[in-house]
């Protein structure tokens, strides 16, 4: 059984950081490219970014680039989000995902999901 688990969620003040992990079981996702999408109240789901099977290859969505950081460690079969210099926007849950389609940036393209963590920034 696939299953993927994130931690690392919580309650931050903004200006802080926080680092959420996703690991998996039930099979080895090296093969895979890893991302994370997050969701806030009342709003869609949206991309966050992804890293490709190797962790050579990282994207972000433009509202986080320069502030979040993917990386993988295919031995341990996780992937991390580091969040620094976080926003009030930035409250949301999120979610790691992995992939099997091409379209990076749609959730259409992700085969598995970890069931959320959430991340609040206070201001």
């Known amino acids: 059984q696939v299953k993927l688990v994130e931690s690392g969620g919580g309650l931050v003040q903004a200006g802080g950081s926080l680092r959420l992990s996703c690991a998996g079981s039930g099979r080895n996702f090296g093969r895979n490219a890893m991302g994370w999408f997050r969701q806030a109240l009342g709003k869609e789901r949206e991309f966050v970014g992804v890293?490709?099977?190797?962790?050579?290859?990282?994207y972000y969505a433009d509202s986080v680039k320069g502030r979040f950081t993917i990386s993988r460690d295919n031995g341990k079969n996780t992937v991390y989000l580091q969040m620094n210099s976080l926003k009030p926007e930035d409250t949301a849950v999120y979610y790691c995902?992995?992939?099997?389609?091409?379209?990076?940036?749609?959730?259409?393209?992700?085969?598995?999901w970890g069931q959320g963590t959430q991340v609040t920034v206070s201001s």
């Open positions: 890293i490709s099977r190797s962790g050579g290859s990282t």
């Open positions: 995902a992995v992939y099997t389609g091409s379209a990076i940036t749609a959730a259409s393209s992700v085969d598995y």
